[in-house]
């Protein structure tokens, strides 16, 4: 396409003013250009991933083409003008490329995840949007103006665009994502009822004891699905057996499983006693799309972790959901290095030894399956290794689980064992020892036994706050009669305040005042720290006895708050109040007091508990109002309900479904609502919405916490019972993910959450 001249207006001899104007939007282009061009490079080099280095250096060379020729177009040269045509043009069919793939992966999560994979689809909607503006808005205003009259006229020559071209390159992200979507969706079976799923497990329990087994009619009349039925029995975290039904009905699988299950029972030795401690479990697959095998990366997302499993080209299974879970195989990376608890995919190693074991033949199917298992209490669904729905404990049940569980982690001299994967039996190694969450513990403890009276809380935090005692040097460096714990030659500015809080904690429970010296030194230590408007300086270099520069801790000074305001309970006399109030002050007020500030919340949880431990010294109406806004805040994150396969997110926190929820994060959000609780009860509010937004979060903490009825993956259960996963799917114990959930079902009672 040719744009119009201007007719006889114009003479063949350019006006020098038109000249002038045509020059100066070349040499403007000219200069954006090589800002553009630099910026660029930065960007791809060291923010983007180089996961695929082709694709990264395209970019950078077609960035090192804009600068190389940005002397030339300000000089306005014939051949550096056609080379910016020329560019402008790359730039816009890459964004289109670049919009039609983000389009395309949206398209693909959406399909291989269904709600789960919504958060992640909107992230890759967001991405597109931004490739569109960096590549396709910049590139098409250079066209605009490369494409001018005046421009064009004072280069001597005409242009032509590939209008056409450019008008399929726009649908290209509409038919790649419609492509993308139709080929990889699912449409799974409805759930099988109640009464089949019952039907079912007592059929082949009847079958596998030696009783009669009398098939139910409500089971024939049912389709088996696109695969065999699998039942499976595990014993104290083994896998015992698994066998497979085929038929074109429900009753035909149950029955040929049966069959397989007692043939098996009767070929080994010795089986036959342990049968009644068997628990059955049966997957039925309910829907079957193709799995997207490369890239690599498709492949690790491309299942959702614990509902999802595969099956090779001749319909043979290659894995299960529990074989994920059993082999700590979800969560196999962390998208953002800045934030490594947060992990996605499916271990692709784990995925690679299942097809050689299994000698599968690709192409491979995704395919979603529906589980139920024995409970105590009958038949259950399963969903990610876990009952649902599940009959909860009381929470002061589940407080005492969890100290029981850390109770039987401490070691002799005080310690903790710090990690541990309770489907392996096996101690997590590879982190140093932290003396922050050794301190958390010690709270934890103390506030076990302040709300249950059982000796052995108080014992279990005396012995950790002895430890503690003894990793506190003299002094907090040289000439100083201060205290503090130290770390590289640095004063450790959280763990020190954790540790008194603990100790004051402690103190304040049982009376013992062994620690109480070696508290208050802890503490004056943090008021020297606090700076005129209430922050602190968390960095101290104990050789100099000097503040050295540092970006702020996350939750130190929150933390520090707490400890001031301990020490006011505790003491007669003393700076502490004064010292608490500006800390609370500048927490509830000029911490957030920058613009973006107005419209967000960061790590408050510990904020919220000091100001609720500083009534009734502390009455500030606005303590209760920032804690208020933050349970608002925290409510637009937490999960309500939503589709089946995202039903056990309830009351768990997160930013869409594309990340598991993880419970440790939903503990500290319930310490944090349940003192927000306690003060707006002190300030005479009734608050229903915080009632049920705690409720929930408690919740899924009890829902999540080992138990009889979710342990059947779990190789020790008398060992592990009472602790708290990292997520739904990945199954690490941290020492530190229970206390913070012992810390918060414990004081529900108190507040009238006696049942969840």
């Known amino acids: 396409m040719s744009a119009g001249l201007p007719s006889d207006a114009v003479s063949a001899e350019l006006p020098s003013r038109i ?54 177009l300000w000089r306005a040269t014939r051949w550096a003008y056609r080379m910016a045509l020329v560019t402008s043009l790359v730039g816009i069919a890459a964004a289109f490329v670049t919009v039609a793939a983000m389009v395309a992966s949206w398209a693909f999560l959406r399909a291989a995840y269904g709600a789960f994979g919504a958060g992640a689809s909107l992230a890759s909607l967001l991405l597109a949007a931004v490739a569109l503006q960096i590549l396709g808005l910049y590139s098409l205003l250079r066209l605009r103006t490369l494409l001018r009259w005046d421009v064009r006229l004072f280069m001597k020559g005409s242009a032509r665009v590939p209008a056409r071209a450019l008008a399929l390159l726009a649908l290209l992200p509409v038919l790649a994502g419609g492509a993308v979507h139709a080929r990889f969706s699912m449409t799974p079976m409805p759930a099988a009822v109640e009464n089949l799923r019952v039907a079912a497990m007592a059929h082949l329990r009847a079958a596998l004891e030696g009783r009669e087994a009398v098939m139910s ?11 065999p039925l699998v039942v ?16 074109t009905t429900l009753a035909a699988a149950v029955e040929a499983a049966a069959r397989r299950l007692v043939t098996m029972r009767n070929d080994k030795p010795g089986t036959a006693d342990q049968t009644a401690r068997w628990r059955l479990k049966i997957d039925r697959i309910v829907g079957r799309a193709p799995l997207l095998e490369k890239p690599a990366i498709a492949l690790a997302l491309g299942l959702a972790p614990g509902l999802d499993g595969i099956v090779d080209a001749v319909g043979k299974i290659v894995l299960l959901p529990d074989d994920v879970l059993a082999s700590a195989a979800a969560g196999a990376s962390a998208p953002m290095p800045a934030l490594a608890e947060l992990r996605v995919g499916i271990d692709l190693h784990f995925v690679e030894r299942r097809l050689t074991a299994t000698s599968a033949r690709r192409p491979l199917s995704r395919v979603r399956i529906e589980s139920w298992i024995e409970t105590e209490g009958g038949v259950a669904d399963v969903a990610r290794g876990n009952v649902l729905p599940a009959p909860l404990p009381s929470p002061m049940a589940a407080a005492i689980a969890a100290g029981d569980y850390m109770l039987r982690q401490a070691e002799t001299d005080g310690r903790f064992r710090y990690r541990y994967q309770p489907y392996a039996d096996a101690a997590l190694t590879g982190e140093p020892y932290s003396l922050a969450r050794h301190a958390g513990c010690a709270y934890g403890l103390a506030l076990l036994y302040a709300h249950t009276g059982e000796s052995r809380f108080r014992e279990g935090a005396a012995a950790a706050l002895g430890w503690m005692a003894q990793q506190i040097p003299p002094t907090c460096g040289a000439g100083s009669d201060r205290r503090c714990l130290v770390e590289g030659g640095r004063a450790t500015f959280g763990a020190s305040a954790l540790t008194a809080i603990a100790m004051l904690e402690y103190q304040r429970r049982t009376g013992d005042r062994r620690f109480a010296a070696l508290a208050f030194d802890l503490v004056r230590f943090l008021t020297d720290r606090q700076r005129p408007d209430g922050e602190f300086h968390h960095h101290f270099d104990v050789g100099r006895g000097a503040e050295v520069p540092g970006p702020p801790r996350m939750f130190a000074s929150e933390q520090a708050a707490l400890a001031l305001v301990l ?12 010292a608490a109030e500006r800390a609370l002050d500048f927490l509830t007020r000029r911490k957030y007091d920058f613009p973006l500030g107005r419209f967000i919340y960061g790590a408050d949880h510990w904020t919220c508990i000091a100001a609720e431990e500083a009534w009734p010294a502390l ?13 608002g805040f925290m409510r637009r994150l937490q999960y309500a309900g939503g589709p089946a396969e995202v039903r056990d997110f309830g009351g768990h926190y ?31 509010v009734d608050d229903e919405a915080l009632r049920d937004d705690t409720r929930r979060a408690l919740g899924a903490i009890a829902r999540e916490q080992l ?46 959450l006696d049942r969840l």
């Open 19 to 72: 000249e002038r104007e045509a020059a100066r939007a070349l040499r403007f282009w000219a200069v954006v250009d090589s800002v553009y061009a630099v910026a660029l490079v930065l960007l791809v080099a060291l923010a983007v991933p180089w996961k695929t280095p082709a694709l990264n250096l395209a970019v950078i060379t077609w960035a090192a083409t804009l600068i190389g020729a940005a002397p030339f």
């Open 217 to 227: 009619a409500a089971l024939a009349g049912v389709p088996l699905g696109p695969g």
């Open 232 to 247: 499976s029995a595990w014993l104290d975290g083994s896998l015992i057996t698994r066998v497979e039904g085929t038929g």
């Open 567 to 578: 020490a006011d309970r505790m003491a007669a006399a003393g700076p502490w109040r004064l």
């Open 619 to 631: 009455r500030h109406r606005h303590y209760l109002d920032f804690c208020r806004g933050y349970a």
């Open 654 to 684: 997160g930013f869409g479904y594309q990340l598991l929820p993880q419970a440790p994060a939903t503990a500290g959000f319930a310490e944090a609502l349940l003192s927000t609780l306690a003060l707006a009860r002190h300030h005479g």
């Open 707 to 752: 138990h009889a009825g979710n342990d059947y993956l779990v190789r020790r259960r008398d060992h592990a019972r009472g602790g708290i996963r990292r997520s739904l799917v990945e199954p690490e114990i941290r020492i530190d993910f229970v206390q913070h959930a012992a810390a918060a079902l414990v004081r529900a009672p108190a507040l009238g």
